[in-house]
Structures are given as C-alpha cells and as structure tokens.
C-alpha cells in the first residue's frame, strides 16, 4: 500500500529509517497484527556504503524474521577466506561455515518488499521534518502529521531521532569511520576468497570482498584514530595492487563500538546503527540491525498488551540484554587486537593458533558469543603476555594452541 492510497493518519507503530533494522521491524510488527507506516528519506533500491557481507548469523536472522530462504539470485555464497596483517597472509581457510556477499541495492530492497507485501504502508522517499515527542506525532517535510502509539527510529548512524532524544546521533569520541570503493574491470574476481587485512586502518582493519558484478573494497577504524582515513585507504589499495587514484572513495560513519545505553525513551525506540549495534571487532551491523528491529517491534507489542505496565523501552532493553553484553565485552576485548604493543603478538597468535581462527568464524557464523570468548581470552592471556615478551627479547615463542 502507497500513503497516497492510504487514508490512515495515525499507525500502531511508524517507523523511521527501511534499511534492515526498519523493515525488519514492520514486519514483525505486521505479522503481530499491528499497523505499520515505514517512511524512508530516500526511494527504494537504494545504495548504501556497506561491505554487504553477510554472516551465517546474518542469514539466521533473515530466515528467522522474514520467514524465507536467502535468495540465490541475490546472495552469493563463500567458503573461502584469507586473513592478512602488514602485507603478509597470515593464514587461508577454505573450508568455512558459508558466508555471504551480497549489495545494499539488493538487500534492503528485498526485504522492504517483505514488510510492504506484508502490509506495510509505504513512505518511501518521504523525508520526516521534526517528531514531536508530546503529540506522538511525525511531522513530514510536505506538512503532513502521522500519529504514533510507538515509534521506531531505524535511521542509521547520523539518526534524526537519536538527535531528538539526546541531541547528537552519535559520540565523537567513539564512532568509527570508513571508507569504501566499489572496483570492476580488471579486478573483478568472483571467485576469490573474502580477504580481511588486520589493522589496515587503526583500531580497524581492511577488506575485499569479491563479488559477481563488483569487488567492494574498503577500510574502517575508530575515526578519532584515524585522522586521514584517506592516506589508509591508499596504502591498503596499493598493498592490493590497486591503483590507489583509480576511483573517488566514500566514507560513511558507522557505530563500531559506541553502544547505546538507552536505546531509546518511553514510547520511542532506536535500532540498528541508530542504536550502535555494530561489533567493535567484526565490524558486522546487519545482523543486529535486523534483530534489534525484531526485537524493537516484539517489545512494542507486548507493550501495548492490556495489563502491561511499563514503558516500552524498558521491555526493548531487557531484550537487547545479550547483543548489549555481547558487544560491551567485545569492546573490552579489542584493545587486545588493536593496541600497537600487542599487534605482533596477535600476529603470531593468529598466524598459529588454529582455536583462535576457528573461533573468529564461529563469531561470524552467530554459533559463538563474546562472553565465550572472553573466558578463553582469559586462559590464553599468560600465553599472549609471554608471546609479548619473548618477541620484545628477540626470542622465539612457544607455538600456541
Ligand atoms: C563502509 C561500511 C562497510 C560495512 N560493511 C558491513 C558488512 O560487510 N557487513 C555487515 O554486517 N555490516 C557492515 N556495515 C555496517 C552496516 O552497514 C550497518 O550496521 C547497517 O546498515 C545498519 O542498518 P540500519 O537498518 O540500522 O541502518 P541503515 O542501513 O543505515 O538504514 C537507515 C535508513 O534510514 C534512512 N534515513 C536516515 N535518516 C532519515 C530521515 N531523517 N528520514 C527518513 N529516513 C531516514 C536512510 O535513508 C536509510 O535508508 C558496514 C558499514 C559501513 C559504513
């Protein structure tokens, strides 16, 4: 249904932002019997900057929210994968759970026809002007006012409605920066191997993501450490053979590590990158773009059950308790990764330990948990320290298990 067909002012839920986290909201919401109007700035296929890798967690949620198999068409499958630091390949798996890569073009397409063919009033290409929190009421760039009993601020990392509640989107400090190009001619190789580079950026890392009509490449870091992305981006290019002049870069800010405490206020919730769901680590957002959506429309319905007390948000956060723990401990875990003073000896570790590879793909394929991780970090840590040691003395050390 269009909002011009529409003659409805006023929605069970209403939500801002048709990436993943939005559309998956309205159709969990739709399939609960409630009435949703998703309002999008920009009209739909649209392009967003994303590496578009997508995890086997990425696919358990998508299957599990939108009730459907990934479209071949659009998701192509790798069981290949190399990881690199300072130009030298510290190991090559071909023989991982699958992930995916896919374009944004295509994702969020796909699944905003899902919550449209699920019933979903269609504001795509509507901009919002302002929220007025007293009336639950959205005022649109053209005037119109769409009313609200919950709504959902699915906006992305620059999010309107984060400004709203808290008057800034994001914390300076702690948002990550990346940038990204899309390569084709020469350097499409679809069946490559998904390439990750270790600290390609500062406190980040680089990729190459081969897919069948382009080859995404990009880097990304916390951005107060990385002050010139650029000068990054085009070393990493030419550690890649890459012509680093080939094509203007786009960079887009994205919450990798900058959780939100609150997401949300009363009867307004955030989520996705809205919210900060991003993994300090992995840099991957999508899959928790779309559980927090779920999760942010489950919470809106229970919320307006008969005999709920509470406000919204406190039902949504209790939801988000795991991806909260989850990504606050991986914060704790990332300067283990990122600081200078441990990059050999991660290095070496990685390079060795077939655990530690092993694990990074789990995390990848949603079937282990940071606070997993953690407790093995924290057995591992004597071994790392001794690593550390033994490498600043010029010695040898001990192969890791
Ligand atoms: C360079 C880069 C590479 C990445 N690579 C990966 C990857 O490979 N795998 C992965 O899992 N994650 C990756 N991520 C993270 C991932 O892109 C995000 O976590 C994910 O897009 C979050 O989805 P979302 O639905 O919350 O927000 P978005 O996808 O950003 O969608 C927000 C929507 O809100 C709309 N909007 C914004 N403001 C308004 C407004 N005022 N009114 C109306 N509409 C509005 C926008 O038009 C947009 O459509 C990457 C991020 C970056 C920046």
């Given at each position: 249904?269009?909002?011009?067909?529409?003659?409805?002012?006023?929605?069970?839920?209403?939500?801002?932002?048709?990436?993943?986290?939005?559309?998956?909201?309205?159709?969990?919401?739709?399939?609960?019997?409630?009435?949703?109007?998703?309002?999008?700035?920009?009209?739909?296929?649209?392009?967003?900057?994303?590496?578009?890798?997508?995890?086997?967690?990425?696919?358990?949620?998508?299957?599990?929210?939108?009730?459907?198999?990934?479209?071949?068409?659009?998701?192509?499958?790798?069981?290949?994968?190399?990881?690199?630091?300072?130009?030298?390949?510290?190991?090559?798996?071909?023989?991982?759970?699958?992930?995916?890569?896919?374009?944004?073009?295509?994702?969020?397409?796909?699944?905003?026809?899902?919550?449209?063919?699920?019933?979903?009033?269609?504001?795509?290409?509507?901009?919002?002007?302002?929220?007025?929190?007293?009336?639950?009421?959205?005022?649109?760039?053209?005037?119109?006012?769409?009313?609200?009993?919950?709504?959902?601020?699915?906006?992305?990392?620059?999010?309107?409605?984060?400004?709203?509640?808290?008057?800034?989107?994001f914390d300076h400090e702690r948002i990550g920066?990346?940038?990204?190009?899309?390569?084709?001619?020469?350097?499409?190789?679809?069946?490559?191997?998904?390439?990750?580079?270790?600290?390609?950026?500062?406190?980040?890392?680089?990729?190459?993501?081969?897919?069948?009509?382009?080859?995404?490449?990009?880097?990304?870091?916390i951005?107060a450490?990385?002050?010139?992305?650029?000068?990054?981006?085009?070393?990493?290019?030419?550690?890649?053979?890459?012509?680093?002049?080939?094509?203007?870069?786009?960079?887009?800010?994205?919450p990798f590590g900058d959780?939100?405490?609150?997401?949300?206020?009363?009867?307004?919730?955030?989520?996705?990158?809205?919210?900060?769901?991003?993994?300090?680590?992995?840099?991957?957002?999508?899959?928790?773009?779309?559980?927090?959506?779920?999760?942010?429309?489950?919470?809106?319905?229970?919320?307006?059950?008969?005999?709920?007390?509470?406000?919204?948000?406190?039902?949504?956060?209790?939801?988000?308790?795991?991806?909260?723990?989850?990504?606050?401990?991986?914060?704790?875990?990332?300067?283990?990764?990122?600081?200078?003073?441990?990059?050999?000896?991660?290095?070496?570790?990685?390079?060795?330990?077939?655990?530690?590879?092993?694990?990074?793909?789990?995390?990848?394929?949603?079937?282990?948990?940071?606070?997993?991780?953690?407790?093995?970090?924290?057995?591992?840590?004597?071994?790392?320290?001794?690593?550390?040691?033994?490498?600043?003395?010029?010695?040898?050390?001990?192969?890791?298990?």
């Amino acid at each position: 249904m269009t909002a011009d067909t529409a003659t409805q002012k006023s929605f069970d839920i209403v939500i801002i932002g048709a990436g993943p986290a939005g559309s998956s909201a309205a159709y969990t919401a739709l399939k609960k019997g409630l009435s949703v109007a998703i309002i999008d700035k920009q009209s739909f296929p649209r392009d967003k900057l994303c590496g578009a890798l997508f995890s086997g967690r990425s696919k358990q949620y998508y299957t599990e929210i939108f009730e459907r198999d990934l479209d071949p068409e659009f998701f192509g499958p790798k069981t290949e994968i190399e990881f690199w630091m300072n130009g030298q390949k510290l190991s090559a798996m071909d023989d991982v759970p699958p992930l995916y890569v896919t374009m944004r073009w295509d994702l969020d397409h796909i699944c905003l026809k899902h919550a449209i063919e699920a019933g979903a009033v269609d504001m795509t290409g509507q901009a919002v002007a302002a929220i007025d929190e007293n009336e639950s009421a959205v005022e649109m760039r053209d005037g119109r006012r769409i009313g609200y009993k919950i709504l959902i601020g699915a906006d992305g990392v620059n999010s309107m409605v984060a400004r709203t509640l808290y008057g800034r989107a994001f914390d300076h400090e702690r948002i990550g920066f990346a940038l990204e190009v899309e390569l084709d001619g020469n350097h499409l190789c679809p069946d490559d191997p998904v390439r990750i580079d270790f600290a390609a950026a500062k406190w980040g890392y680089g990729w190459w993501f081969p897919k069948s009509k382009t080859t995404t490449v990009g880097v990304g870091g916390i951005h107060a450490a990385n002050p010139n992305m650029k000068t990054a981006m085009a070393g990493y290019l030419k550690t890649l053979g890459v012509d680093p002049d080939i094509k203007k870069y786009k960079g887009h800010f994205l919450p990798f590590g900058d959780v939100r405490k609150w997401p949300g206020r009363g009867n307004i919730l955030l989520a996705g990158d809205a919210a900060g769901l991003v993994d300090p680590i992995t840099g991957e957002g999508i899959a928790f773009a779309m559980q927090s959506g779920r999760f942010a429309a489950e919470a809106a319905f229970e919320a307006m059950q008969p005999g709920i007390s509470g406000e919204p948000v406190h039902i949504y956060r209790r939801k988000l308790r795991e991806i909260h723990r989850s990504l606050n401990i991986a914060r704790i875990i990332r300067p283990i990764l990122s600081r200078p003073s441990g990059e050999k000896a991660f290095e070496y570790m990685f390079t060795h330990s077939v655990t530690l590879k092993r694990q990074y793909m789990e995390l990848l394929g949603g079937e282990l948990e940071y606070p997993t991780i953690l407790k093995r970090v924290v057995r591992k840590m004597p071994q790392y320290v001794m690593v550390m040691l033994r490498q600043k003395m010029g010695k040898t050390p001990p192969a890791p298990a």
